[in-house]
Structures are given as C-alpha cells and as structure tokens.
C-alpha cells in the first residue's frame, strides 16, 4: 500500500450552535513518512485553531470598548425590562447571533434577575 496524500480533519465548537471545520491535505512523496504527515497537518490544524480564536477574542475585546448605537442601547434597555422568562426567551436567538452579541451580557444578567425572583 502506498499513501500518496494524507488529510487531517477537526470539528471545533465555536459559540452556541456555531461549529468550525478545519482541514489540511498534504502530498505525501515517497520517501516520506505518511504518519509524519499526519502528524504535521494535526500540528497545523491545531495552530490554526488556536490563532483564529486569538484573533477572534481580540477582536470581541475591540467590540466591547466601543459605544453602543442606540439601536443597541434600545436593545439592552428592552431586555433589561423583560420579567418572565418567556419574554426573555424571545431575545435568545439575536442574542446568540452574530449581530445581538452586544446585549448578551444584560441578556445573562437579567436571565439571573428573573431566576432569583428580583
């Protein structure tokens, strides 16, 4: 048997249904070792992972110093004033996505709110 490419795969959880598949091929040539190979390709999946999450906390950390729009303050206000869980969970789904990250916070605090009866 002859391998004459080796391929490395990994399903990364990223945030709450949000998932990131990374995968590196490699030519293998013959005088190379395949489970070398592999080896490097786990190796550079791995890096690669690890400098886009990096990457995207910086980037989340930049995010947080700026000011809110009104339209987000708007938001933060709306969910501060949710007093069941019911109305609460109608913000879940933009909170969760890319756009509503900003109000998770008051989202998670008011969760807790509501939960000790406040």
């Not at 990374?22 to 592999?38: C, F, K």
């Not at 009104?70 to 890319?98: H, N, P, Y």
């Amino acid at each position: 048997m002859k391998f004459t490419k080796v391929t490395y795969s990994r399903l990364f959880p990223l945030q709450q249904f949000s998932n990131e598949r990374i995968e590196v091929e490699i030519q293998v040539d013959d005088h190379e070792s395949e489970v070398a190979a592999l080896e490097l390709a786990k190796k550079t999946v791995m890096q690669f992972h690890e400098q886009s999450v990096k990457q995207e906390e910086e980037r989340q950390v930049v995010n947080i110093k700026e000011e809110p729009s009104r339209l987000q303050k708007d938001a933060i206000e709306k969910i501060k004033k949710c007093q069941t869980f019911k109305e609460l969970g109608e913000w879940e789904l933009f909170v969760f996505s890319k756009n509503g990250s900003f109000a998770l916070q008051a989202y998670l605090e008011q969760q807790k709110k509501i939960q000790n009866g406040n």
